[in-house]
């Protein structure tokens, strides 16, 4: 059984960072492609980011790409997002998904939660003075 749990959430200011992580465990969720999502009261959720199992691919949504880096250990079960550049529009509760399509990742789906068979609790992250 696939279970995630997030951790490295809280309060940064704007400008500055945070890294998030995201513990798996099970037999085989590090043959398969994770990614974080996010999400804020009354809003749908929103794709952050995602990368492949070998860590070659990697795919941003718009509103974060070149501020935030997504990066896994398979060796550690461990998925990471480091966060840079935080703004106010950032703040959100932020969750780690298992992709449902093990092996090669295309951009194909990656941006619909329904693609994503397992997720974790959430992290929550508030950037505010």
């Known amino acids: 059984q696939v279970e995630l749990v997030e951790s490295g959430g809280g309060l940064a200011q704007p400008g500055g960072s945070l890294r998030l992580s995201c513990a798996a465990s099970g037999r085989t969720v590090m043959t398969y492609p994770l990614g974080w999502f996010r999400q804020v009261p009354g809003k749908e959720r929103e794709f952050v980011a995602i990368?492949?199992?070998?860590?070659?691919?990697?795919y941003y949504g718009g509103s974060v790409k070149g501020r935030f880096t997504i990066s896994r250990d398979n060796s550690k079960h461990a998925l990471f997002l480091q966060m840079n550049s935080l703004k106010p529009e950032d703040t959100a509760l932020y969750y780690c998904?298992?992709?449902?399509?093990?092996?090669?990742?295309?951009?194909?789906?990656?941006?619909?939660?329904?693609?994503?068979?397992?997720w974790g609790q959430g992290t929550q992250v508030t950037v505010s003075t």
């Open positions: 990368i492949s199992t070998s860590s070659i691919d990697t």
């Open positions: 998904a298992k992709f449902r399509r093990p092996g090669v990742l295309n951009p194909d789906g990656v941006a619909d939660p329904g693609q994503y068979d397992t």
